[in-house]
């Protein structure tokens, strides 16, 4: 499976950004996927993630404002990014377990997207 992130750019803070993660095949439904970040000098984090189920969790710091959600038939995952602050700002990476549930840390998923900008201005 490939995985193609898509949708970062520059926003200003406060605005709202939709991430995009498309895969190269059909991804069953089976599959757990997230949303991972990375900022320069720092490690990769969790930022949310979605199981086979739909059942959606997020790191504090973006609870109640990032939305994750896929669509099996189209074989893409989102991630809508609302109320943006400066500190969001980081390379964010989407990711494909080959479990149903997935997890926190990166190395619950096998399968990686490129990355995908995304620049907050204050």
């Known amino acids: 499976v490939q995985l193609q992130a898509s949708g970062g750019g520059l926003a200003r803070a406060g605005g709202s950004l939709r991430l995009s993660c498309a895969a190269s095949?059909?991804?069953?439904?089976?599959?757990?996927m997230g949303w991972f970040r990375q900022a320069p000098g720092k490690e990769r984090e969790f930022v949310a993630r979605?199981?086979?189920?739909?059942?959606?969790y997020y790191a504090d710091s973006v609870k109640g404002r990032f939305i994750i959600s896929r669509d099996n038939a189209k074989n893409t995952m989102y991630l809508q990014m609302n109320s943006l602050k400066p500190e969001d700002a980081a390379v964010y990476y989407c990711?494909?377990?080959?479990?149903?549930?997935?997890?926190?840390?990166?190395?619950?998923?096998?399968?990686w997207g490129q990355g995908t900008q995304v620049t907050v201005s204050s």
């Open positions: 990711a494909a377990a080959l479990g149903s549930i997935g997890g926190n840390s990166p190395g619950t998923y096998n399968y």
């Open positions: 095949r059909r991804t069953s439904s089976n599959n757990a």
């Open positions: 979605i199981t086979w189920t739909s059942t959606t």
